[in-house]
Nanobody
Framework: QVQLAESGGDSVQAGGSLRLSCAASGNTYRTKCMGWFRQAPAKEREGVAIICTGGDSLGGGSIYYADSVKGRFTISQDNAKNSVYLQTNTLSPEDTAMYYC???????????????????????????WGQGTQVTVSP
């Protein structure tokens, strides 16, 4: 089991920035994908930014972003703290949503290799979810 705790959500004006944090506890998988989804009212939950890391033999991580956030959002991780972060810049009202942290403890080799964005950003691939943190962006 993995427990995920998000923080950092807030209300900001358009153009502003926020840094979201997600701390994981419980089982810490050496090979996993971990990152952020969001869900706006009456919309489907969508993948935002994911970072995937394998065992030592697989080297560094693969990172995926939704097209809508590329160039504005940056995902990072701190393995010592078992945490991931999402730096969100140039926020717009369209970014208003509940932001969820999620973990896939069994990603495919293509996802780990950075070659499968569709699967990396698919909510059905993720087994563990946090409770969410609300981001509200006003015009």
């Amino acid at each position: 089991q993995v427990q995920l705790a998000e923080s950092g959500g807030d209300s900001v004006q358009a153009g502003g920035s926020l840094r979201l944090s997600c701390a994981a506890s419980g089982n810490t998988y050496r090979t996993k994908c971990m990152g952020w989804f969001r869900q706006a009212p009456a919309k489907e939950r969508e993948g935002v930014a994911i970072i995937c890391t394998g065992g030592d033999s697989l080297g560094g991580g693969s990172i995926y972003y939704a097209d809508s956030v590329k160039g504005r959002f940056t995902i990072s991780q701190d393995n010592a703290k078992n945490s991931v972060y999402l730096q969100t810049n140039t926020l717009s009202p369209e970014d208003t949503a509940m932001y969820y942290c999620a973990v896939d403890p069994n990603p495919s080799t293509t996802v780990l290799a950075g070659n499968d964005p569709g699967r990396a950003l698919a909510r059905d691939e993720y087994a563990y979810w946090g409770q969410g943190t609300q981001v509200t962006v006003s015009p």
